[in-house]
Nanobody
Framework: QVQLVESGGGLVQAGGSLRLSCAAS????????MRWYRQAPGKQREFVAV???????NYADSVKGRFTISRDNAKYTVYLQMNSLKPEDTGVYSC????????WGKGTLVNVSS
């Protein structure tokens, strides 16, 4: 059984930084893709960033230049460094692990105050 646990969310002022972590456990393929998504209050979940096992990355236009996704393959952990945060970055951030099937964490709340 695969489990994902996010951490690192919290309350931060606009312009500040946070670093999210997502630790995966269980029977996991060594070749996989990990993504971050977020869901703002009253809105649909949206893609934030993706990273492959080999380290290739891609970002939503809204976070390019401010967010950085990285991973530690040995620890099956993905990170999201978020800088220059804006109030519109507020939401529940969830990680997704894909290798054949999709697995989701429960999310961590990021609240950016203006």
């Amino acid at each position: 059984q695969v489990q994902l646990v996010e951490s690192g969310g919290g309350l931060v002022q606009a312009g500040g930084s946070l670093r999210l972590s997502c630790a995966a456990s269980g029977s996991i393929s060594s070749t996989n893709v990990m993504r971050w998504y977020r869901q703002a209050p009253g809105k649909q979940r949206e893609f934030v960033a993706v990273i492959t096992t080999g380290g290739s990355t891609n970002y939503a236009d809204s976070v390019k230049g401010r967010f950085t996704i990285s991973r530690d393959n040995a620890k099956y952990t993905v990170y999201l460094q978020m800088n220059s945060l804006k109030p519109e970055d507020t939401g529940v951030y969830s990680c997704n692990l894909q290798f054949g099937m999709n697995y989701w964490g429960k999310g961590t709340l990021v609240n950016v105050s203006s």
